[in-house]
């Protein structure tokens, strides 16, 4: 009788450890699904964050807008103006007659901007600022831009003195050092095509009678002396192109003088920009930007939509996407909603518009906001100050909600809070897959020894085998 023996097959080592190994890893599975749904939770409250800020933005937005006003005026050839939130809304009829200019000098030609000026002996030169009195043919000399028997008066800023000497003793030398001097006075150099073409020019760098100069030079040979030396009272060297003068205007009548042509004192909260004289009355009138208000309006209805309706997306249960109904259940989420359902039920005090409705800004059945904006205009244009007090007073509607966003997204605020709690849970949950992970690790070495061991026995004992058949089968046939 024949003994045979079966062989037992080798094990799949790696596919067995695979497969223990997905059973053992499904607790770190389970861990990692929850981390990635509080990811998920922090990125919501990161896009909202930001949707709060864009509506922080826009409440505070439509609040300044209901300060702006525009300033028209007649003729933009003559003048242009702004208006500050100060401005009174009217109509002002003006007259400009002169428009203010700085003094300007020329010195004598020179035949090179680049040949040094005497014999480059150390000379100061200081500049004083001050008025000429009389500056124009009225009531004084004024020939061929020199004058006589005029008196100079210092306006009190200063004087500022500066070196000449061998270092910048050229046309263009002198030219850069009164520039780097500061001293109320810039310098150029033209070319006006003669025999001597080289002449240096100087201006003051501020308009008005006040901001005329005096040069004065000590030292040296001379010679820069005879080039800048310049007293209205005495010597003059250098010839007046133009004499520094006020702008003169009117406002309904009344004489302004200013030392510039940007006038800021003639009319409250507006600032003239005088561009020419007028040869008929020109009219400036002041009227709210109702332009900039329906805009506003339509930033802040536009943003609290955008907030809304992701607020309403994200707590949403059973939503299929991503990230909707990724807050569904969450505490402070459903505060914020309590908290801006509160403040839109809150009615404004203080005045008659009570209610964002009463100026075009009404829910829908959807729960967004709609403007409109005919009857916004009409509110601001019938009722500015009831409507200002409805938006921007303390217990206006923006007012309250610009402050609600900002408490809602600054450091230690509801969303910051919840943000890093969330955080929290999500690295001390990450540190336990770390550690679930390392015993995995050696679990999966302690598998992988075993069952390879495990298939050195049974190869041994298939060995045993197929000898002892062998043995037993070869006795047999004896």
């Known amino acids: 009788m024949a003994i045979t023996a079966s062989s037992t097959t080798a094990l799949d080592v790696p596919s067995l450890v695979s497969q223990l190994m997905a059973v053992e890893r499904q607790p770190i599975d389970k861990l990692t699904a929850k981390i990635a749904?509080?990811?998920?939770?922090?990125?919501?409250?990161?896009?909202?964050?930001?949707?709060?800020?864009?509506?922080?933005?826009?409440?505070?937005?439509?609040?300044?807008?209901?300060?702006?006003?525009?300033?028209?005026?007649?003729?933009?050839?003559?003048l242009s103006a702004?208006?500050?939130?100060?401005?009174?809304?009217?109509?002002?009829?003006?007259?400009?007659?002169?428009?203010?200019?700085?003094?300007?000098?020329?010195?004598?030609?020179?035949?090179?901007?680049?040949?040094?000026?005497?014999?480059?002996?150390?000379?100061?030169?200081?500049?004083?600022?001050?008025?000429?009195?009389?500056?124009?043919?009225?009531?004084?000399?004024?020939?061929?831009?020199?004058?006589?028997?005029?008196?100079?008066?210092?306006?009190?800023?200063?004087?500022?003195?500066?070196?000449?000497?061998s270092s910048n003793n050229t046309l263009e030398g002198i030219r850069d050092a009164i520039n780097a001097a500061a001293a109320g006075v810039t310098a150029t150099?033209?070319?006006?095509?003669?025999?001597?073409?080289?002449?240096?020019?100087?201006?003051?760098?501020?308009?008005?009678?006040?901001?005329?100069?005096?040069?004065?030079?000590?030292?040296?040979?001379?010679?820069?002396?005879?080039?800048?030396?310049?007293?209205?009272?005495?010597?003059?060297?250098?010839?007046?192109?133009?004499?520094?003068?006020?702008?003169?205007?009117?406002?309904?009548?009344?004489?302004?003088?200013?030392?510039?042509?940007?006038?800021?004192?003639?009319?409250?909260?507006?600032?003239?920009?005088?561009?020419?004289?007028?040869?008929?009355?020109?009219?400036?009138?002041?009227?709210?930007?109702?332009?900039?208000?329906?805009?506003?309006a339509s930033s802040f209805v536009d943003a609290y939509n955008a907030l809304s309706s992701q607020i309403k997306s994200r707590s949403a249960y059973g939503s299929t996407t991503s990230a909707g109904g990724s807050l569904a259940g969450d505490g402070t989420l459903r505060l914020m909603q309590d908290q801006l359902r509160g403040i839109f039920m809150t009615p404004a005090t203080g005045g008659t518009l009570t209610t964002l409705s009463q100026v075009g800004i009404s829910f829908q059945r959807d729960g967004s906001l709609k403007l409109d904006g005919s009857k916004l205009d009409n509110a601001v244009s019938t009722n500015f100050s009831e409507v200002n007090n409805l938006f921007a007073s303390a217990t206006g509607y923006t007012a309250r909600l610009e402050a609600w966003a900002k408490s809602a997204q600054e450091p230690g605020g509801m969303i910051d809070l919840r943000t890093q709690s969330l955080s929290k849970y999500v690295k001390d949950q990450n540190e336990a897959v770390d550690r679930l992970e390392n015993r995995m690790t050696a679990l999966q070495k302690k598998y992988t020894m075993e069952y390879t061991n495990l298939n050195l026995l049974l190869s041994r004992m298939n060995s045993t085998s197929t000898f002892l058949t062998q043995q037993l089968g070869g006795g047999q046939d004896q």
């Open 189 to 296: 150099i033209v070319n006006d095509g003669s025999g001597t073409p080289y002449r240096l020019a100087l201006s003051s760098s501020s308009s008005g009678v006040s901001n005329s100069f005096k040069i004065t030079t000590s030292g040296g040979d001379g010679s820069i002396n005879s080039l800048l030396g310049y007293d209205p009272e005495g010597t003059q060297n250098l010839t007046q192109t133009l004499a520094a003068q006020n702008a003169n205007l009117t406002v309904n009548g009344i004489a302004i003088t200013s030392a510039s042509n940007t006038v800021s004192e003639a009319i409250q909260g507006v600032t003239l920009s005088l561009k020419n004289i007028t040869s008929t009355p020109a009219s400036l009138n002041i009227e709210r930007d109702t332009s900039s208000i329906k805009t506003a």
């Open 37 to 78: 749904s509080y990811e998920t939770k922090i990125s919501s409250f990161g896009t909202l964050s930001s949707l709060v800020a864009g509506f922080q933005t826009a409440s505070a937005g439509l609040n300044t807008s209901l300060q702006k006003l525009t300033a028209t005026p007649s003729d933009a050839g003559v």
């Open 82 to 165: 702004t208006a500050n939130s100060t401005a009174v809304p009217g109509s002002y009829s003006l007259n400009v007659s002169q428009l203010a200019q700085s003094q300007n000098l020329v010195a004598a030609g020179q035949t090179s901007s680049t040949t040094a000026i005497g014999d480059g002996s150390a000379t100061t030169v200081t500049f004083d600022l001050g008025t000429i009195n009389p500056n124009t043919l009225s009531g004084g000399t004024l020939t061929n831009g020199i004058y006589s028997g005029a008196t100079f008066t210092s306006n009190g800023s200063g004087t500022v003195s500066l070196t000449i000497d």
